[in-house]
């Protein structure tokens, strides 16, 4: 596609469940940015993709996120053990390698209920 | 810690007025980048700053980078209705000449009054 693409765009699910969430790069891009963003503030960094490998993960909060990107294009964080507190919308953002500008999606709204 | 500091938060104007919104940052960095956001919509790129002096103009926005002030300032020239949204100011940290991360600032939202 022509963009970056998000799915779900909205999820609810129960506190405790297990949730992914998916993001599909544009085409050719190598760099691959995974952010939050609670509502009324800036979107805060959580992990940074350099083709299929995390090149800084020090944004994730604890041990309960996790992201991949197996094939160096599709990747998908996931959330074990949901709090209500990870409630958010997470957007995703591609770069054609890092040193040009980052195009984010439209986002997934998690709600924790 | 890197704090991306943006003021004001909060800016009513009236259309056919100037104003700056101004984003201070307390790292060395010469990536600076300027986003927009709608009600409920993602990040749209506006603009992207990448050394000490760059100037950068679309439409009646400019922005501008100061690495040594560690300043960035986005100035609108008479401003129209459909500026009105959320502008973020971000600053790139990179290493191995890459951007890995983002670090962006709290948000202006913009709301401009006919």
């Known amino acids: 596609g022509a963009g970056v693409s998000q799915t779900p765009s909205n999820k609810v699910t129960e506190k405790g469940k297990y949730v992914e969430l998916r993001c599909d790069p544009i085409?050719?891009?190598?760099?691959l940015y995974w952010y939050r963003q609670s509502l009324g503030q800036g979107p805060e960094f959580l992990i940074y993709f350099q083709g299929t490998g995390a090149a800084d993960d020090s944004g994730l909060p604890n041990d309960r996120f996790f992201a991949v990107r197996p094939e160096g294009s599709v990747s998908t964080l996931k959330i074990q053990r949901t709090e209500r507190g990870d409630s958010a919308v997470y957007l995703c953002?591609?770069?054609?390698?890092?040193?040009?500008?980052?195009?984010f999606g439209q986002g997934t709204r998690l709600t924790v209920v | 810690e890197l704090k991306v500091e943006q003021n004001p938060l909060f800016l009513s104007m009236q259309e056919g007025k100037n104003y700056t919104i101004y984003c201070n940052y307390s790292?060395?960095?010469?990536?600076l980048y300027w986003y927009r956001q709608d009600p409920g919509k993602s990040l749209e790129s506006l603009f992207v700053?990448?050394?000490?002096?760059a100037v950068k103009q679309e439409g009646r926005l400019m922005a501008s980078l100061d690495t040594k002030a560690r300043l960035s300032t986005l100035h609108i020239t008479a401003a129209v209705h459909d500026l009105s949204a959320t502008y973020f100011c971000?600053?790139?940290?990179?290493?191995?000449?890459?951007?890995?991360?983002?670090?962006f600032g709290t948000g202006t939202l913009l709301a401009v009054q006919p």
């Open positions: 790292t060395t960095s010469d990536r």
């Open positions: 953002a591609s770069s054609l390698n890092g040193n040009t500008e980052a195009f």
């Open positions: 700053l990448l050394s000490n002096g």
């Open positions: 085409s050719g891009h190598t760099a």
């Open positions: 971000a600053v790139g940290l990179n290493y191995g000449g890459a951007t890995n991360k983002l670090i």
